[in-house]
T-cell receptor
Framework: KNEVEQSPQNLTAQEGEFITINCSYS?????LHWLQQHPGGGIVSLFM???GKKKHGRLIATINIQEKHSSLHITASHPRDSAVYIC?????????FGAGTRLTVKP | GAVVSQHPSRVICKSGTSVKIECRSL??????MFWYRQFPKQSLMLMAT?????????EQGVEKDKFLINHASLTLSTLTVTSAHPEDSSFYIC???????????FGPGTRLTVT
C-alpha cells in the first residue's frame, strides 16, 4: 500500500461543477502540500497545511490530522483548472508524493 | 510569495554529452534544495537533497557520479547530468526551502531530451 493515496485517479467535470480530490496518508507528517502540475509540466504549490483549512480564491484545502486525510476542493470549476493535482506529505526533508489526480474540466 | 526558477526550461542534447541545469531561489535564501525526476505519467521521485555548502545526499539507486549536484550558494543549486544517455530523458524539477521551514517551493522544471 502506498504511503500517500489519492482519489480519484482521473476526474472529468463540467465547467462550474464543485470538485473534490482526496488524499489519505499513512505516515507521520509535519505538513501536507497540494501541488498543481499543468500539462507543460511546471509545478505550482497551492497549499501547505498542518491543520485546519485554507482558502485561496476558488480553492479550499482541508486536513484532518487524526484521520490522516486531506481534501482539495475547487468551486465553480473552469477549464483552466485542468491539471494534475498532487498531494505530498512531508516530515522535515522527506517528502512523499501521491500519484496525482488528473482533472479535466470541460466547457 | 517565494519564487524558484530553473534554467533551461527545455534542453536537447546528444548522447554522451553533459548538461547542466540551474535552480535558483529568487527572493529567499534556500538552505536546502531538492532535485526530483519525473517520468511520463508518474509521480515525482526524489533524486537528492542538497544543503548549502555541503555534499548532496543521494537517494538509493541514484548515481552520484552521473548526477552531480552543487549547492554553492544560498540561492543556487546545479544538477549536471554527465555522459547523458537517452534513458536520462526526463523532466527534472527542483524545489527549495528556507531553514526551519516545512514549505517547499517548486521550480517550473526542465525537460531533458537526450538523442
Amino acid at each position: 500500500k502506498n504511503e500517500v493515496e489519492q482519489s480519484p485517479q482521473n476526474l472529468t467535470a463540467q465547467e462550474g461543477e464543485f470538485i473534490t480530490i482526496n488524499c489519505s496518508y499513512s505516515v507521520g507528517i509535519s505538513a501536507l502540500h497540494w501541488l498543481q502540475q499543468h500539462p507543460g509540466g511546471g509545478i505550482v504549490s497551492l497549499f501547505m497545511l498542518s491543520s485546519g483549512k485554507k482558502k485561496h480564491g476558488r480553492l479550499i484545502a482541508t486536513i484532518n490530522i487524526q484521520e490522516k486525510h486531506s481534501s482539495l476542493h475547487i468551486t465553480a470549476s473552469h477549464p483552466r483548472d485542468s491539471a494534475v493535482y498532487i498531494c505530498a506529505v512531508g516530515q522535515d526533508n522527506d517528502m512523499r508524493f501521491g500519484a496525482g489526480t488528473r482533472l479535466t474540466v470541460k466547457p | 510569495g517565494a519564487v524558484v526558477s530553473q534554467h533551461p526550461s527545455r534542453v536537447i542534447c546528444k548522447s554522451g554529452t553533459s548538461v547542466k541545469i540551474e535552480c535558483r531561489s529568487l527572493d529567499f535564501q534556500a538552505t536546502t534544495m531538492f532535485w526530483y525526476r519525473q517520468f511520463p505519467k508518474q509521480s515525482l521521485m526524489l533524486m537528492a537533497t542538497s544543503n548549502e555548502g555541503s555534499k548532496a545526499t543521494y537517494e538509493q539507486g541514484v548515481e552520484k557520479d552521473k548526477f552531480l549536484i552543487n549547492h554553492a550558494s544560498l540561492t543556487l543549486s546545479t544538477l549536471t547530468v554527465t555522459s547523458a544517455h537517452p534513458e536520462d530523458s526526463s523532466f527534472y524539477i527542483c524545489s527549495a526551502k528556507r531553514e526551519f521551514s516545512h514549505e517547499q517551493y517548486f521550480g517550473p522544471g526542465t525537460r531533458l531530451t537526450v538523442t
